[in-house]
């Protein structure tokens, strides 16, 4: 039950009815996997959805800051991964018609 003015019940109702009050970031994306369409928020403000999240912790970083750095990271790795392999095969080719050309 939301408890506040009578007048602002039925907006609130609207904009929570899908909310649910975890724990914590695990007890959430548990929640998440067995249960689609939900937001679920900690107590220190951390949200997570099905394809969002957003820290709200105090803490110095919270877990989702942290999960997104990671993510980041990884995704300029591959990126990065990719562009050399990629590099590598153009210089084994210029490498290979400069030979040519010397013959």
Do not use: W, Y
Not at 70 to 81: F, G, I, W
């Amino acid at each position: 039950m939301i408890e506040c003015r009578s007048d602002l019940r039925p907006a609130l109702s609207q904009l929570l009815a899908k909310v649910v009050i975890v724990a914590d970031l695990d007890a959430g994306a548990a929640l998440l996997r067995r249960t689609s369409g939900l937001t679920a928020v900690t107590k220190e403000g951390d949200l997570i959805g099905g394809h969002f999240a957003a820290g709200g912790s105090s803490r110095a970083s919270s877990l989702i800051e942290v999960q997104a750095a990671v993510d980041e990271a990884t995704e300029k790795l591959r990126v990065a991964t990719a562009s050399i392999e990629r590099q590598a095969f153009e210089l084994a080719a210029l490498e290979n018609e400069r030979q040519e050309a010397a013959a």
